[in-house]
């Protein structure tokens, strides 16, 4: 073998030997658990009908490097009615499951920034009273997007706190009414906390 492929070959080893010698200290799963304030943006059909609205998150945190991680959450969100003499009695149900790509920027820093974004599936139904006429709606699950921006907080080696925002869209479209198809869209704040249970066997 040549020298100039054999330093290449060493050098390649030796950092697989760093990369994983640093990933038996890594938190390999979080809990997560956050709840988010959602003001719905876009289409009129739904603005008029529904205002803000909260959602609480609970899931899991896939730490696949030290700056790069897969969370998974379970969603509930739910928006306020409206009450004016068009529209009333408004209620809405969204339950969700998103899958999200995470980059940290400084991992190990007690002060760590970073960006998500994603895909989701829902089930989604609402109804409300359209001058004194109750409509329901009900759709398949039906897919969504969402991404933004945060910030971790950490206060140990296992606990951290954050805060992010985002935008979220969902496109919804009634399994009986082909007329309904539409967009809820809202921009959220979102606050919680992490917490890493498993860690990978350490040397």
Not at 67 to 84: A, D, I
Not at 172 to 185: A, G, H, P, R, V
Request: aromatic share 18%; charged share 20%; hydrophobic share 40%.
């Amino acid at each position: 073998m040549k020298p100039a492929r054999k330093i290449l070959l060493s050098v390649f080893l030796f950092s697989l030997l760093i990369s994983s010698v640093s990933a038996q200290f890594e938190q390999k799963v979080t809990l997560q658990v956050s709840w988010s304030y959602h003001h719905p943006v876009g289409e009129k059909s739904f603005t008029d009908v529904f205002g803000d609205g909260f959602s609480t998150d609970m899931g899991l945190q896939f730490n696949l490097s030290r700056s790069f991680s897969l969370v998974t959450l379970l969603k509930y969100t739910t928006f306020k009615s409206n009450e004016t003499n068009i529209f009333s009695n408004g209620e809405f149900k969204n339950i969700g499951i998103s899958f999200c790509p995470k980059i940290k920027f400084l991992p190990g820093k007690k002060i760590n920034p970073y960006i998500y974004a994603g895909g989701n599936l829902n089930y989604i139904a609402y109804s409300f009273d359209f001058i004194g006429e109750e409509l329901k709606y009900q759709a398949p699950v039906n897919f969504g997007y969402t991404g933004g921006a945060g910030i971790d907080f950490k206060i140990s080696d296992r606990f951290a706190i954050f805060i992010q925002g985002g935008y979220n869209s969902v496109f919804f479209n009634d399994k009986d009414q082909t007329d309904s198809e539409m967009k809820i869209n809202s921009v959220y704040g979102e606050a919680g906390f992490h917490f890493s249970f498993f860690k990978s066997k350490s040397l």
